[in-house]
């Protein structure tokens, strides 16, 4: 493949992403065909054929594009500050607020897929740390699982309410969660 080949690849598939994110908040997942999305890339069926299958593909393919890209800036952080590496994370999801937006509230079985991507990513952290689960009160599956589906639950709140709050903050407040749980939060009397 050329250079000229290879830029042209990226062009046309950067032109269906942002098709594809725009058709997702416009017209819902299950409503966007390929005519539609070729016809808002600018580009033939043909050519949308030669990159992807269909739209689940492509969805699949932005999400693990966009992973990707946030798990190689993942790997420059220092990890002196675990403030640092969420803020990264809510600074990522800004980026691509639209994405994750639709990712979140209209594609079916992508927020199962997410949230068992965030369980890997904490048992991986939580394992760095020197998590011992023979230890562990709970069943760590559990545990993971909430933490997860809490994160999940903070990031698409953030999204949903226009990030008012800056990404800093927002990762913050998520850590205070997680570690302090929201009924302290909340200064409710403990069960």
């Known amino acids: 493949m050329s250079q000229n080949d290879d830029l042209r690849v990226r062009r046309t598939r950067k032109m269906l992403r942002d098709a594809f994110i725009a058709l997702v908040l416009e017209e819902g997942f299950e409503a966007i065909t390929v005519n539609m999305l070729a016809e808002r890339a600018m580009i033939n069926r043909a050519t949308f054929y ?3 299958a269909d739209k689940y593909e492509l ?3 932005v999400y693990a594009d966009l992973t990707a890209e946030y798990m190689a800036s993942v790997q420059t952080l220092d990890a002196t500050d675990p403030v640092d590496g969420w ?3 809510f600074a990522h999801v800004a980026e691509y607020a639209d994405f994750y937006l639709a990712l979140l509230s209209g594609i079916p079985h992508f927020q199962e897929r997410v949230r068992d991507q965030i369980e890997v ?3 991986q952290v939580f394992s760095g740390m020197g998590l011992n689960e023979a230890q562990v009160d709970m069943p760590l599956p559990l545990s993971l699982r909430y933490l ?4 999940m639950g903070i ?3 953030w999204l949903e309410t226009g990030r008012a709050i800056p990404a800093r903050q927002m990762a913050q407040y998520l ?4 570690a302090h749980g929201a009924i302290a939060q909340l200064g409710l009397p403990k069960f």
């Open 155 to 157: 990031v698409q709140w």
């Open 50 to 52: 030669r990159h992807y």
């Open 175 to 178: 850590l205070q969660l997680h």
């Open 121 to 123: 990513q904490l048992h």
């Open 59 to 61: 969805a699949e393919r």
């Open 148 to 151: 997860a589906a809490a994160q």
């Open 87 to 89: 803020t990264l994370l």
